[in-house]
Each structure stands twice: as C-alpha cells, then as structure tokens.
C-alpha cells in the first residue's frame, strides 16, 4: 500500500509550562518524505490546537496516512490522542516515531491499539519505504501488526553520511508561531548517537550509541539558507557537538570567514567538559557562540565515576571558570540523588553552583528509565517508590518527589534534597537576571525576583507578549551597561 499523502501531528503537551513544544525531528521526516515525492502537511497541537482541529484536519487534507512524534512526557496523554482519531477514522493507518517509540518499541503497539506502525531510531529511511509501499515484513526499523501480532522487523543500520539527509525546511511547519526569532533559537542538530554510557541517560536507546557527524559545510549551508531568511539565532540540539575538535575548528573557521555576521550561536543542550578547552572556546566565541551549557551530574569525582560520565571534577570546574572568563553565558546541568551520593556529596554540588560565576544552574530529580543501568542498580541497591508508567508520563524533574531511595540517601532526606536544590535553582535563576536588569536599579531586582516565581514563568513562558516583552527589557538594560 502506497501513502501519498502524510499527515505529521506534534501532539499536545498539557501541563507543560513552555509555550511550544517544537519537534527538529518531525522537520526531518517531512524533509525527507517531501524530497521523495510525498505530500506532506503538519499539524503542530502544541501550539494550542484541540482533538476537533485535529479532526477538521483529517477531513481536509484527507491523508493516507497519520504520523505522530511521541515523547515519553505525558505519553499516555498521546496514547488517548491516537485512540480517539483511530475511533473516527479507522480506515486510515497510523504510524508513531519519536524517542518514546525507540525506547519502548512493542510495548507501545501493545499499549496502545490505536497504532498500526511504530517507526524506531532514525525514521527518514523507514518511514519512506512504508510510504512507497514496500511490503512491512521486509522494513527495517519497522513495527507492525500482522495476524493479531506484534511484529518488529529489528534495527535498520544508522545512516552514515548524514551530509545526504536533506535539513528540514519546516515549509508545511507554522514557523513563526512556533518560534519568535526575535526570542527563540532556531534548532539545529549537527550530528547523531551517543558513545559514553551514563547509567541514567536513554540517549542512546533513542538515537544509538554509533556518532555520526555532517560537515561543517554541510552545517554552513544550512546555517546560511536560514540566515537569508532573517534568522540570527540558532541553538545546536547536539548531545556531542564538541566531541570531534577538528570539525568545530573547521565550523568555527567557516563561519568568520562568512559574511555571517550577527549570530548568537549556542549549545543549550549540553556539552562535555573534557571536549573543549580555553582554545576551542575562544575560537566559538570569535565565531558566534555566546551560551553553553555544560553536564556537570555531581559535585566530586566519587558520584562521577558511580554515573559512569568520564570526567572529573577538576576539568569541568576548569571548563566553567575558562568559559565564564571569556564572556560566555554558562548554564549548568545537576543531578539531584544519584546512586551512592549522600548529602555530604551533594553539598559539593550546591558549592559549585552557589560560587560559580555562571547564568543559570538547573538541578534535576533523577528519573530512572526503564532499559537504563540507573533501573537496573535500583532493582539490586536500591528501592522504587513510583510506577514507572506513571513517573514517566508525568516526569517530575522539578518536583520534590523521590522515585527511589538508596540507604545514601532515603526518602525524608531526598525530599529535603530535592528542596533545597530547586531553591538554589531560583535563587541563581534570580541572580542572573538581576545582573542583566542591574541598570534598572531596583525595578530590575523586583523584575529579577518576580521572574523567578512559579506563577509569573507559567505566564512568561506560555504567551508569546510577555516572553517577547521581558526579551526586549533584558536586551535594552543589557545594550546600556
């Protein structure tokens, strides 16, 4: 069976405080499925769009087929979703990708009996072979059902020249209402996989441990088509950006001797201490980055090397210092009750970003995935306390709710933990915009302390007015120091 027509839905994501939930990933899918021959219209729900806008859509463009991304996040908010449009339109297929679908493969088509296809890691190859009518048994990367069955055709190998994947022009996207470039990055994702093994991270269950890169030329191209477009900032979606020097060197080269000029490059989501130096980082700098973002997890090398992240302290305080002094905005990334690390330990933590000269310091609450080594070690050293169908639907990052304890560390003494973490987490959050409101005096301090609380951000964040209005205050105090 041919799919001609494709309908892309990014589902709704209630609850959540940011405004827009924007998905680079089903940009790629439809690159590629438009790029061979098919037709392709978006639904993007987390702009605002309900079940009935989703129905109008269906009847309008009358697809062949129905493609959902899912994340693990409110999954079985979505899981709802596809039943209910399966109700309606049952003779219409419907496929799901996304890291939910790559972590937890026939278990979803088992949940959920609305899904007819489950598309697994990278899902241009798949999801064009299903569209050409290629036989399902014979799709790799495939989840199907076949005589009350469900039936995975195992992992298609990883596309290895990434340079050949068209980046995603976001046409049938409503781009300006997802992204205010005055505001927001523009996401690009320069490379693919993951090789370090983190015991708490699904990373690699979703996009593979086997890294694969583009060019710097090929990243340019992109850069410059956007570019032309009126586009200045653009935020690297990378897990590994900095991992290969070379390439970076070349990227960084690339861009100075472009007439580029203007970019606020960064790295919001992460990147690792012991993959740059002052030299690379004066080199990004030179050629636009302005904001990193680096993984620290702990406070000391004791809780390092029980997470298995190959680093030490020692180089990443060097990085956060180096990156500090060269002008960067600098966000750390905390994990709060790992296994083995006890308040002593954590101490370590809150001492790192309590006097480190940085932007913003976020502190999670671990949450251990199933599939991961973090799982695994509860199971034989620790204590569950949460359903993990629960927990990851609802995904409490940012709550003062322990998943597990250990004997390091139990359950009274996690929540106080967790507490006093997210105050940390405020009062640096505070901080930070204090200093780039200084010029305002005290108006800046009270902007600095109101932006902070849970009610003014759940405003900020989801309205494109007040997000755009707090910008430009921080953008005219920050051009008049």
Known sequence: MNFKRVLLVNPPYSGNRVRVVFSAGLGYIAEYLTQAGVAITVLDMSLGYSYRDLRKKVLSDAPDLIAFSIMTYHYQETYRLVRKIKKDFPNIPIAAGGPHISLFREEVLQACDGLDYGIVLEGEE?????????????IKGLIFRAQ?????????????????????????????????????ALPLISSRGCPFDCIYCPVKCSIGENFRTRSPESIMTELSYWYERGWRRFSFGDDNFTLIRERVQRFCELVKASNLTGLKLSCDNGIRADRVDRDLLCLMKEAGFYRIALGVEAG???????????????????RIQEAAELGYEVDLF???GSPGETMADLE???KIAMESPVN?????????????????WIGQNGKLLADPAEYLNTYPVYEAQPLFETKEMPYQQRKKALRRAFRIMSLTTQRSWSRRL???GWLGKIL?????????????????????????????AVAAS
């Open 360 to 376: 913003c310091v976020y502190f999670y609450n671990i949450i251990p995935f199933p599939h991961t080594e973090l799982f695994d």
């Open 126 to 138: 798949t999801m064009a072979e299903l569209c050409q009518g290629k036989p399902p048994a014979g």
């Open 448 to 476: 600095a302390y109101l932006y902070t609380r849970n009610f003014v951000q759940n405003i900020v964040l989801r309205h494109k007015f007040f997000n755009n209005l707090l910008y430009r205050i921080a953008k005219k």
């Open 348 to 350: 370590d933590s809150f």
């Open 438 to 440: 200084a010029k305002l």
């Open 148 to 184: 009350g069955r469900v039936i995975y055709n195992g992992d298609r190998p990883f596309i290895k020249d990434l340079d050949q994947v068209p980046f995603p022009r976001y046409a049938a996207f409503e781009l300006e209402r997802s992204l205010n470039r005055e505001v927001n």
């Open 300 to 318: 000391n090398d004791k809780v390092l090397k029980m997470l298995k992240k190959r680093e030490s302290i020692v180089t990443i305080k060097a």
């Open 334 to 336: 905390f994990l709060v």
